[in-house]
Nanobody
């Protein structure tokens, strides 16, 4: 059974930093695309960052230069380092995995999801 477990969320002041982690169980983690999404209250879930097995990263424009996605294929863990946080980064953050090596910033392309971890940034 595939399970994705996020951690690392919390409350922080604007300008601060957080690191999210996502441990993947029961999945061929190392060969597939992994991603972070987020969903703010009243808004649709949106893609934040993706990373392929070889390490190539993509980011949505609003987080470029502030967030860094990374993965440890041995530990089966995905990370999201978030710096210079803004109030508009407040959301529930989800990690996701899909059954293929190519990455997309699209919700419907992902087969597996974690339960989410809340990030709250106060200004």
């Amino acid at each position: 059974q595939v399970q994705l477990v996020e951690s690392g969320g919390g409350s922080v002041q604007a300008g601060g930093s957080l690191t999210l982690s996502c441990v993947v169980y029961g999945y061929a983690y190392s060969s597939n695309c992994m991603a972070w999404f987020r969903q703010a209250p009243g808004k649709e879930r949106e893609g934040v960052a993706t990373i392929v097995r070889a390490g190539t990263e993509t980011y949505t424009d609003s987080v470029k230069g502030r967030f860094t996605i990374s993965r440890d294929n041995v530990k089966g863990t995905l990370y999201l380092q978030m710096n210079s946080l803004k109030s508009e980064d407040t959301a529930m953050y989800y990690c996701a995995a899909r059954g293929g090596s190519a990455c997309y910033m699209t919700v419907r392309m992902y087969n597996y999801w974690g339960q989410g971890t809340q990030v709250t940034v106060s200004s």
